[in-house]
């Protein structure tokens, strides 16, 4: 807490124009959570996953999971990781010029990801609707 009010009293000096605390209750997806890695990997010994039926894509990498293995592997990783939301995107939505964009969906209160899309690809924001549950 006392480095994130230093943040925030120096959000000028560090050329931040916006900060927004975000409600989590832990500190998911950094090395904070390096101690929950072993039960994780515990659960995932034992927990049946079949590959997606559909196109998932990993926030560890960006890219889509290949295999099951691949899958189990990236979710431990992603514990302690950082999410690349917007490299995910990206990948996600690069095409070919002329190609249309995918339909998209943000289910659920909020629309931060559609906040993030219009940022990093306006013309695929274009087919974005936020879903309010």
């Known amino acids: 807490l006392q480095a994130l009010d230093f943040i925030k009293e120096s959000a ?10 975000l409600p989590v209750s832990g500190a998911f997806h ?14 995932l010994a034992h ?5 997606p039926i559909i196109p998932v894509h990993s926030n560890v990498n960006s890219h889509r ?8 592997k990236l979710l ?6 950082a999410v690349h939301w917007e490299q995910t995107m990206h990948v996600m939505y690069s ?7 995918p339909k998209t969906y943000e289910v659920g209160p909020g629309k931060q990801l ?4 219009k940022m990093v690809n306006k013309p695929a ?9």
Do not use: W
Request: charged share 25%; proline share 5%; net charge positive.
């Open 12 to 21: 000028k000096d560090f050329g931040i124009r916006r900060l927004k605390p």
């Open 30 to 43: 950094t090395p904070l959570m390096a101690s929950a890695q072993h039960a994780l990997q515990q659960e």
């Open 47 to 51: 927990t049946k996953i079949r590959h």
């Open 65 to 72: 999971y290949r295999n099951v293995s691949e899958i189990k």
């Open 76 to 81: 431990l990783k992603q514990l302690c990781s």
């Open 95 to 101: 095409r070919k010029p002329g190609m249309e964009f």
């Open 114 to 117: 559609g906040a993030m899309l």
């Open 125 to 133: 924001f274009q087919s974005y609707e936020s879903v309010s549950v």
